[in-house]
């Protein structure tokens, strides 16, 4: 286990028969009838963040119960989009902005991407890395190239990163990274 810690259980109006992914927009493939998907996959909670980050602005968090029973698949994929929405929305309730996403940055030892690249209400640059399940951990990757960036900074690469605000290929000073973990 990576984390400890104790979490709100979901309310009887938390949890609901879904078939969009809030967030991304995508609709969840209907499967089921033909067979090609498990019915868990159908099966999602949502949780209202207003309920549990001051100031929050009902943002919908997304997971799958599909998500603890299989390993591969869609289930992880819809887990980490729910860490990354319930992420989003409690730096939205610090007051920090979302400038981008998936941004690759390169260090002295690789390429890494961390989840989000937020700004805080004092202009500080700052990256956040959303594990949601109780054995999310950082890869191994993750494990020496965070380091890296809040050490010696990196050098932004790729079209996310433009799309962020950040000139590609010009090096950045040490920005801190902040890791959430969230429950399933």
């Known amino acids: 286990m990576c984390h400890s810690g104790s979490f709100r259980p979901p309310s009887e109006n938390d949890v609901r028969l879904a078939g969009t992914l809030v967030g991304t927009g995508a609709i969840l493939a209907v499967g089921a009838a033909t067979g090609t998907l498990p019915l868990a996959m159908l099966l999602v909670e949502t949780t209202n963040l207003a309920d549990g980050v001051p100031g929050g602005r009902g943002a919908t968090v997304v997971t799958t119960e ?26 939205e309730a610090r007051g920090e902005t979302v400038l981008g996403r998936e941004i690759t940055m390169q260090t002295s030892g690789g390429r890494t991407k961390p989840d989000i690249l937020v700004r805080d209400a004092q202009g500080n640059l700052k990256f956040i890395e959303s594990k949601c399940g109780p054995g999310a951990c950082l ?43 969230w429950p399933r």
């Open 66 to 91: 599909a998500a603890a029973v299989a390993r591969g698949g869609i289930g992880p994929v819809l887990q980490g989009e729910a860490g990354v929405a319930r992420s989003i929305a409690a730096a």
């Open 139 to 181: 890869n191994t990757n993750q494990k020496y190239r965070f380091p890296e960036l809040q050490q010696s900074g990196g050098i932004p690469r790729g079209k996310n990163a433009a799309a962020a605000g950040l000139t590609p290929g010009q090096p950045m000073g040490p920005t801190p990274v902040q890791v959430d973990y």
